[in-house]
């Protein structure tokens, strides 16, 4: 038995013994849904009794293991804080290590990333498209310090592919010297790793880490709440020597150091955290300390927000096997963010961003809902060379 | 129950309720097996439902309850499910009727007080629908956010808010319940206040299920409080604690609810050296009024010898608690919880006999910082948590402990359980606290409700000798 099977098994038993369900209370699943079984609590029992035998690993005990947007929010209100979420993953890991057969609905995920080198059934050289009009150059090895990872999600979506733009810009604006990968980017296999392919997160991660390695960066930026988490946590090898910064550490920085400054803006913005920039990672504050370095911009915090902040519902690849629910999921956190009476929603994901605006979109919302780098390009200023240097 | 029958079953429910509506595969039932109630450990996955439904009205609980009475299956129903007795575990199979999708608030009825609800709503949702009219339920139990309020009316569910807004009990004033024939009765008018029928409605508070299947509740609410407050007081032990819990009962000052308890690493909350027990006291109310009472309790402390704690840390007894408590029972291993009533002047005593006498004899410990626990006020509380015994017959040890503390609180004319009813648990031992004629009325009741002996049986009441 590995490591992490037998923390799953710890977990599940650990919760076994207690049973409260104050893991339902805010679980985004759970409160669309409305059954038991779709729940940590519920999840957990089904682990402990598939791993004992007692329940067979049939299509209905596959459903729940992948009914969890590993958003964490439930750790928030278990008083044990059992790691709820990785034992959910680790058991989607068992399964598929059981050779269940697991989503049909995540097949062509799979298969884009062993054909494309992304989920997204785009080209490889679809991955630089988004890069025409910038300046930024191709990442050499020993050429530069910091290396822009872009994420398949920003690169290959065009209605998101803003937030590569406006990043590079405020790079530019702030005098960095930043490298691209572009065509030669590969998915950082957080979407591997979420639904439990191991085999397959495992090659990409040691393909990845040697391409970053051999540029010898000091620092790799990505805007993507996602592959941040990623590079960050399930790369050990890597975070040893190579800085990994979310675009907000990274922006913080720059409007600290005086290298990012922006005009005045009476915009009145909530700021959503996503999962994997805030529970996962714990960076509440350097979205937030920009956003309040733009003159005028008054920030409005949500009912739930920081560690409290509900999940938008586009994780773990619950948003392509269960789209209707993940919609519901994140018009509740839209209605949230629309009674702080903002007018737009400002968050630092990909997912976050996509899920959120298509419920504005289909449910009519007036709210605008932007990725933080884009918002922040659109009130960014000029500093002149090395000023604040 | 045989496979045809179920079959048969199965598609009644179906066509009834529709397929997502009723739950058959073991990966689904699988949360239905138990409460938190501790069975025996090999038994953990002994008694499935056959099914687990999930109805949204009443008309389909009616339809699910006609059913069941023509076949005569056990039905179980369902709150929240963090029962600690054992009510909700299926011993007979049986249909689990699990109302909580049942959540829609029917009415605010702000110039009367109260609102109308289903029951699968939970507390928490509750409040949070009340806010916005600027009322709420008054009802803080550590299970806020999962109890529901048929959850609560059929435990008679605790509030530690109770000295000045009662329990949940006090605050039902009218229910709809699906009886076992399936027909449904409105117990009386949505009133608190009224001297014409019998009392129905109480009938069905703390009946676990056992009588019908509460539909809908209408609830006293009131007004949010202007402000609220905490004092909280460090003590050397819990008796000089519970000396000041006595002087403040005694004084006539109206907080909401206090308790006393030696607690563990008392140290991180402020506690001076040598400090073990502390006591919390919770003011709600307008505002000149709370400040008189925080003045009042002030100078209480000061008299009965207690350290005042820092304020900040006090006020997370009113936030912290409601937001996560849990119980932590997932730290704590196989535990269980004592909630007796115990007169006031037998208190000492009880709590002597319990870790002296019955704890050795049988093998089990309080948990560090649970030994002493008083919810402070008219419904108050005698707790304590135990690890459970070990090695040979640990099982049976446990369970002979419960009976022993059950007769230890009602031999000094206390009750076995405050709110967390009776169950499987202690389905024998409420014989200690009640007469044969007040058990068989209790029988003659259920026999009239429920003749065939199909809602939640093997529950609640003892087996007759």
């Known amino acids: ?389 | 129950m045989n496979e045809s029958v179920r079959a048969e079953l199965r598609k009644e429910l179906v066509d009834l309720l529709g397929e997502s509506k009723v739950l058959w595969s073991k990966s689904d039932l699988l949360p239905y097996t138990k409460d938190t109630y501790r069975i025996r450990f090999e038994d953990d996955h002994r008694y499935f439902p056959d099914f687990a439904v999930l109805p949204e009205t009443t008309q389909e609980v009616q339809g699910i309850v006609r059913i069941a009475s023509r076949r005569k299956t056990p039905l179980i129903p369902k709150g929240g499910g963090s029962n600690r007795t054992g009510m909700l575990v299926p011993i007979y199979g049986g249909i689990l009727v699990d109302t909580i999708k049942m959540k829609r608030v029917l009415e605010v009825n702000k110039p009367d007080l109260n609102v109308t609800v289903q029951p699968g709503i939970t507390l928490k949702e509750l409040d949070d629908h009340l806010k916005d009219y600027g009322l709420w339920l008054t009802q803080e139990q550590g299970s806020l956010k999962i109890a529901t309020v048929g959850g609560a009316i059929s435990t008679s569910g605790f509030s530690r808010l109770h000295q000045k807004y009662g329990a949940i009990a006090n605050r039902v004033m009218s229910l709809e319940v699906v009886l076992a024939d399936g027909s449904i009765l409105r117990t009386g008018p949505k009133v608190l206040y009224t001297s014409t029928g019998y009392r129905l409605h109480q009938l069905f508070i703390a009946a676990e299920g056992t009588l019908g299947i509460i539909t809908e509740a209408t609830l006293r609410v009131e007004p949010l409080p202007e402000t609220s407050d905490v004092v909280m007081a460090f003590y050397d032990d819990f008796w000089k604690a519970n000396e000041a819990a006595q002087r403040l009962m005694a004084s006539g000052v109206v907080f909401s609810g206090a308790e006393a308890y030696e607690g563990h690493g008392l140290d991180r909350l402020g506690a001076p050296e040598g400090k073990t027990s502390l006591i919390y006291v919770l003011l709600h109310g307008i505002r000149g009024e709370v400040e008189a009472e925080a003045l009042f309790v002030k100078k209480l402390v000061e008299e009965t010898g207690g350290f005042l704690a820092r304020h900040d840390v006090a006020m997370t007894f009113l936030d912290v608690y409601t937001e996560q408590w849990c119980g932590a029972r997932a730290l704590t291993g196989f535990e269980d919880v004592i909630t007796t009533y115990v007169p006031m002047e037998r208190m000492r005593e009880f709590y002597d006999k319990l870790w002296n006498v019955i704890a050795p004899k049988y093998g089990i410990e309080p948990l560090p910082g649970e030994k002493y626990s008083l919810d402070v006020g008219r419904y108050r509380m005698a707790g304590g948590r135990y690890k459970l015994p070990k090695g040979e017959r640990a099982w049976e040890r446990y369970q002979e402990a419960v009976r022993e503390i059950a007769v230890l609180a009602t031999s000094f004319g206390g009750s076995i359980q405050s709110c967390h009813g009776v169950g499987i648990q202690h389905r024998e031992n409420i014989a200690l606290e009640y007469s044969d004629v007040a058990l068989d009325t209790m029988r003659n009741i259920k026999r009239l409700f429920d003749p065939d002996n199909i809602m939640n049986p093997g529950k609640k009441l003892p087996m007759k000798k």
């Open chain 1, 1 to 389: 038995m590995n490591s992490a099977t037998k923390a799953m098994l710890e977990t599940a038993e650990a919760c076994a013994m207690c049973r409260c369900g104050c893991c339902k209370d805010q679980c985004p699943m759970y409160s669309e849904i409305i059954e038991e079984s779709i729940s940590p609590k519920g999840r957990n029992l089904l682990i402990r009794a598939v791993c004992s035998g007692v329940v067979e690993p049939d299509e209905r005990a596959v459903r729940i293991a992948y009914s969890c947007l590993l958003c964490r929010r439930d750790e928030y209100d278990c008083t044990a804080r059992l790691k709820n979420a990785e034992a959910a993953e680790s058991f989607r890991e068992y399964l598929v290590d059981k050779g269940v057969p697991t989503l049909k609905e995540h097949e062509a995920l799979l298969k884009s990333l062993e054909n494309y080198g992304n989920p997204w059934q785009e080209s490889r050289a679809a991955r630089k498209r988004w890069a025409r009009e910038i300046k930024g150059r191709k990442a050499a090895p020993g050429r530069m310090r910091v290396l822009f990872y872009v994420g398949c999600t920003f690169a290959l979506d065009r209605s998101l592919q803003e937030t590569p733009k406006a990043l590079a810009h405020l790079m530019e604006l702030a005098h960095e010297d930043y490298g691209l990968l572009l065509e030669d980017e590969a998915c950082c296999g957080s979407t591997a790793k979420r639904i439990g392919q191991r085999q397959i997160f495992e090659r990409i991660r040691k393909e990845n880490e040697a391409k970053i390695r051999n540029l010898g960066v000091k620092s790799v930026v990505t805007a993507c709440a996602g592959c941040f988490k990623t590079l960050k946590q399930d790369y050990p090898g890597l975070t040893e020597d190579v800085e990994i910064l979310h675009s907000t550490e990274y922006l913080s920085r720059l409007v600290q150091s005086g290298n990012l400054r922006f005009k005045d803006s009476k915009s009145i913005v909530t700021y959503h955290d996503p999962c994997h920039l805030g529970r996962y990672a714990e960076v509440y504050d350097a979205p937030r300390k920009i956003l309040k370095a733009v003159p005028g911009l008054k920030l409005i915090e949500m009912r739930n927000s920081r560690e409290k902040a509900r999940c938008c519902g586009g994780g773990a690849g619950v948003k392509t096997a269960y789209p209707e629910i993940s919609g519901k999921a994140a018009l509740r956190r839209l209605m949230e963010a629309e009674r702080t009476g903002a007018e737009t929603i400002v968050t630092t994901c990909p997912f976050c961003v996509q899920t959120l605006r298509a419920a504005a979109e289909a449910n009519s919302s007036k709210m605008r809902v932007v990725e933080l780098s884009v918002f922040l390009a659109e009130l960014a200023i000029p500093t002149p060379t090395g000023a604040a240097r």
